[in-house]
């Protein structure tokens, strides 16, 4: 089973608010993360890194990269956008745990998050 870097009671919030069921959301997290884990190095050459600890790696990416990444997956759009939301969700718990909410907000405003699991070696 990969494991999903999303914070539990963030997947809860997110999954309220998805047009997407519940049950479903973690399983297209997993997606993504098996999509994302393997190309960690390319996110690290080519996306601004913005926070890392030892469970995920965060990244802000162009504003239509999760279109890209649902496409890869066969996602539509109500499950891309449930996944994207998680990922925002996550980058705004590490903004409020860096103090840096107002400079990841703004960067929302032209990007994306991107979250990826840090897979224990």
Same mark, same amino acid.
């Given at each position: 089973?990969?494991?999903?870097?999303?914070?539990?009671?963030? &997947?809860?919030?997110?999954?309220?608010? !998805?047009?997407?069921?519940?049950?479903? %959301?973690?399983? &297209?997290?997993?997606?993504?993360?098996?999509? %994302?884990?393997?190309? %960690?190095?390319?996110?690290?050459?080519?996306?601004?890194?913005?926070?890392?600890?030892? +469970?995920? !790696?965060?990244?802000?990416?162009?504003?239509?990269?999760?279109?890209?990444?649902?496409?890869?997956?066969?996602?539509?759009?109500? +499950?891309?956008? !449930?996944?994207?939301?998680?990922?925002?969700?996550?980058?705004?718990?590490?903004?409020?745990? &860096?103090?840096?909410?107002?400079?990841?907000?703004? !960067? &929302?405003?032209?990007?994306?998050?991107?979250?990826?699991? %840090? +897979?224990?070696?």
């Amino acid at each position: 089973m990969t494991t999903i870097p999303i914070e539990g009671q963030l &997947l809860v919030l997110t999954a309220a608010k !998805a047009s997407v069921s519940p049950n479903r %959301l973690p399983e &297209l997290l997993e997606s993504v993360q098996e999509e %994302l884990g393997p190309r %960690l190095d390319d996110y690290r050459r080519e996306f601004e890194l913005v926070a890392e600890n030892g +469970e995920r !790696a965060t990244f802000l990416v162009p504003g239509d990269h999760w279109e890209q990444i649902g496409e890869r997956l066969g996602f539509d759009r109500r +499950e891309t956008d !449930a996944v994207e939301r998680a990922h925002t969700e996550q980058l705004r718990r590490v903004a409020k745990r &860096l103090d840096r909410r107002e400079e990841f907000e703004t !960067a &929302l405003e032209i990007r994306s998050a991107v979250v990826v699991g %840090l +897979e224990a070696e």
